[in-house]
């Protein structure tokens, strides 16, 4: 490891540990953390224009909140934040925007999210105490250098974001930063290649130039297991780049991105048959300590493959993060709600109550609501939480997956369902990708169809049959959709299955805007308009169940 590293990780260590010290010590005192929290945030957003207009006010209590502001999401803030953005002045809370983050959703379009000094304070407090307990989890992760996810935004948002990078390592304050860069195995100006392919193929040059490799942090583990076998697909291209030690036929696109030199890889690659195997990712990454990804609902069995490629690295899951807010993260083991960043209400997931974090019950499944630097006021999610017993008196939670739900025709179908349909299948070593709820499933009717990545050596045809007749089975115990189908307003449910679905999905999520690396594989997805192109051959000749 190189001597920049060592320090680096010497250093962050020392300043990372006060926080990780911090979030312990005030575990006792979740109320008062959470009141003094939310004070800081109405004393900055009563002195905004928005919270003027609002009439919002330094003054109130908790409680005086609670009932003065609605629950509101993305849209109630969307032509404020336009306005933000031509005029570069704050106008949601009192504090310098620092940039705008863009993000997409399952069913919508891009959203820029406002991230605020304040903001990025809150989420200080959890990337420092998340760091400084990994350091004392896993010690050797801080032997080699460490990659944490770049997020770059798509090729055709590119000129939107005047030089914004979706960096994790933005979430720290500068001396963090600082400090944390000097032990990254890749530097954040990949995100500067001029497309999405080139700064994934820099990503993938940089990390097997890295043979110090000690930590692996990726949001989805699709993107995860895409870059590993991206590795194996450019195994050739990626030797010779290392061998030289410049892009070759790339450089016109690769305009300040450094390019690494590696012999000792470009021999490992060029020796290497491509196929993702635990055999050479070792030979490769001899020091990787730890691999962190999502690994709950429908990240599950994609979590599993990954940590198979990669089976000498120990396993960390990320909790509940989006990129307007944090809710958990891993802490000693447990997933806490990150009680020192925002303010946080919950919503009973069931009755619709909502509940003060200190007032919450284990065993209660529950939907956040966060008030936050960004100046977004009791922000609900689209997530839903189990309670689970408290660190302290802090809750922690488990993820059980999305609450969007699809009415295509008056179904009701919600993720969850769709969550427990597919765990619910015999899938015989296929891996589901997606229920895919879509306006024009066959002859232009609307119907759900179930995406699967099978192995080459399956008979497609028998493997689709069996599929769709147990995803029908499963979704006509819910009575709005059996009553839909028979009024013959859904076609029945189908299944396409192909070796490289989960590629196939990725790209067409991609097509539509959403942000590379954040990309989650969801129980379910309604596809507004026609069919996906890649499956419409498919459909027209898959066999459809019968009701």
Not at 322 to 331: C, L, Q, R, Y
Request: charged fraction near 25%; include cysteine; aromatic fraction near 8%.
């Amino acid at each position: 490891m190189a001597r920049g590293t060592r320090l680096g990780h010497h250093l962050l260590k020392r300043l990372v540990e006060p926080g990780r010290a911090r979030f312990a010590r005030h575990l006792d005192e979740l109320e008062s953390v959470q009141r003094a929290r939310l004070a800081r945030w109405l004393a900055a957003a009563a002195r905004s224009p928005e919270g003027q207009r609002q009439g919002i006010r330094a003054d109130w209590s908790w409680e005086e909140f609670a009932r003065q502001m609605p629950v509101t999401d993305y849209t109630h803030y969307a032509e404020a934040l336009s306005l933000q953005r031509q005029q570069r002045q704050a106008r949601l809370i009192d504090s310098p925007v620092m940039r705008h983050q863009p993000t997409s959703g399952s069913t919508s379009a891009v959203k820029w999210i406002p991230y605020t000094k304040l903001f990025l304070d809150e989420l200080d407090q959890v990337i420092t105490a998340w760091v400084g307990d990994l350091y004392r989890q896993f010690p050797h992760q801080g032997r080699g250098t460490h990659y944490w996810s770049l997020s770059w935004i798509p090729t055709s948002l590119r000129g939107q974001t005047a030089g914004d990078i979706n960096d994790d390592m933005k979430m720290l304050s500068w001396g963090k930063r600082l400090l944390a860069y000097m032990t990254q195995a890749a530097p954040q100006e990949i995100a500067l290649a001029e497309t999405s392919d080139d700064s994934l193929f820099a990503t993938a040059a940089w990390l097997t130039s890295d043979a110090s490799l000690g930590f692996l942090s990726v949001w989805s583990p699709t993107f995860g297991i895409g870059l590993l076998e991206q590795m194996g697909a450019w195994r050739m291209e990626l030797a010779e780049v290392l061998r030289r030690g410049d892009w070759g036929a790339r450089t016109p696109r690769m305009a300040g991105v450094p390019c690494p030199r590696a012999p000792h890889a470009a021999d490992l690659l060029s020796n290497w048959d491509g196929r993702p195997d635990g055999a050479f990712f070792r030979a490769l990454w001899p020091r990787l300590a730890v691999l962190s990804a999502w690994d709950t609902a429908a990240a599950a069995p994609w979590a599993r493959r990954l940590r198979a490629m990669l089976p000498h690295a120990a396993f960390q899951g990320k909790g509940l993060w989006a990129t307007e807010g944090v809710v958990t993260f891993p802490f000693e083991g447990r997933y806490p709600l990150a009680y020192l960043s925002h303010a946080y209400e919950f919503e009973d997931a069931h009755d619709g109550r909502i509940h003060a974090p200190w007032q919450l019950r284990e065993g209660q499944e529950v939907i956040p609501l966060l008030t936050t630097g960004s100046g977004f006021a009791r922000y609900r999610m689209s997530d839903v939480l189990r309670v689970e017993a408290p660190l302290g008196e802090v809750p922690c939670f488990t993820f059980l997956g999305r609450n969007d739900g699809v009415d295509l025709v008056g179904e009701k179908t919600s993720a969850q369902t769709a969550q427990a349909v597919q765990d619910g299948l015999r899938l015989e070593g296929a891996l589901p990708v997606t229920l895919l709820a879509l306006d024009e499933a066959a002859r232009r009717q609307p119907g759900y169809v179930l995406l699967v990545e099978c192995d080459t050596t399956r008979a497609r045809g028998p493997l689709e049959r069996d599929l769709a007749r147990q995803v029908e089975a499963a979704l006509q115990t819910n009575f709005h959709y059996k009553l839909a189908r028979e009024l013959g307003q859904l076609q029945p449910a189908a299944c396409v299955a192909l070796p490289d679905m989960r590629a196939l999905y990725l790209d067409q999520c991609r097509e539509r805007g959403m942000i590379e690396g954040n990309i989650k594989i969801e129980p379910l997805r309604h596809w507004t308009g026609p069919a996906p192109s890649v499956l419409r051959d498919a459909l027209d000749g898959c066999a459809l169940s019968a009701a």
